[in-house]
């Protein structure tokens, strides 16, 4: 149980163009999911957490009007790159949470997608 | 403030050695939460342990083993006759209580030489 996945694996875009991330929990409610990049052989970043329903909160430094997130139901919430640029290559991960306090429940991992931007 | 250092950024060992990773944490919380994760090449991370704060026990699972020392703020992780398999980048990470998120270290890239 507990399997999260996300879509697309990978993607490659045009600079400017917008490109949306998918990632669902597939056997559990995920209450809570969260948003994390991991730059090349760097660690994972978060960049937000959403719970099911409200607003995502951000991270300092993650522009919220660039990385929209979209936490519709509880099992399934999206990431949307607007207007991409190369600086935003960079692989991207979701993970989700049963509770609401993501410390205090696991979290479990999607397998990420590979964003390219041209 | 919440901070893990995992100061070994690689690792080579050859084929049946043991290693291990270190993990250094800081936190003022008295109530958290400790996790090792697996990356390998393909990129998905793979849960090995979590243990809170309360459980100093030390853990075996297999190959895997954790030591948890309060006292040094320390969280080893150490594999036992490492396999090729086990090269991947290793990942120790921190969580308060009542915080969201994960606190990653920087990770320690292990390449098992077969």
């Known amino acids: 149980g507990a399997v999260v996945s996300q879509h697309p694996s990978w993607v490659i875009c045009k600079s400017g163009t917008s490109v949306k991330i998918e990632c669902r929990s597939l056997?559990?409610?995920?209450?809570?999911m969260f948003w994390y990049r991991q730059f090349p052989k760097q660690s994972l970043m978060l960049m937000a957490t959403?719970?099911?329903?409200?607003?995502?909160?951000?991270e300092q430094g993650v522009e919220k009007d660039k990385f929209l997130i979209n936490h519709a139901s509880l099992t399934l919430s999206t990431l949307t790159v607007t207007s991409a640029h190369p600086e935003d290559s960079s692989f991207y991960i979701c993970s989700a949470s049963r509770g609401l306090s993501g410390g205090h429940n696991e979290q479990f991992f999607g397998p990420g997608t590979r964003l390219t931007v041209l | 403030a919440q901070k893990v250092t995992q100061a070994q950024t690689e690792i080579s060992v050859v084929e049946k050695e043991d290693v291990t990773l270190d993990c250094v944490y800081e936190t003022r919380d008295t109530t958290y939460y400790l996790f090792w994760y697996k990356q390998p090449p393909s990129g998905e991370l793979v849960f090995l342990i979590r243990?809170?704060?309360?459980?100093?026990q030390n853990e075996i699972s297999g190959r895997y083993s954790w030591n948890f020392q309060k006292s040094t703020s320390s969280f080893n992780f150490t594999i036992t006759a490492s396999q090729v398999v086990d090269s991947a980048v290793y990942f120790c990470?921190?969580?308060?209580?009542?915080?969201?998120?994960?606190?990653f270290g920087t990770g320690t890239r292990l390449t098992v030489i077969p």
């Open positions: 959403s719970n099911e329903g409200s607003k995502a909160t951000y």
């Open positions: 243990r809170n704060s309360f459980d100093e």
């Open positions: 056997d559990f409610q995920a209450t809570t």
């Open positions: 990470a921190l969580s308060e209580r009542g915080a969201n998120n994960l606190f």
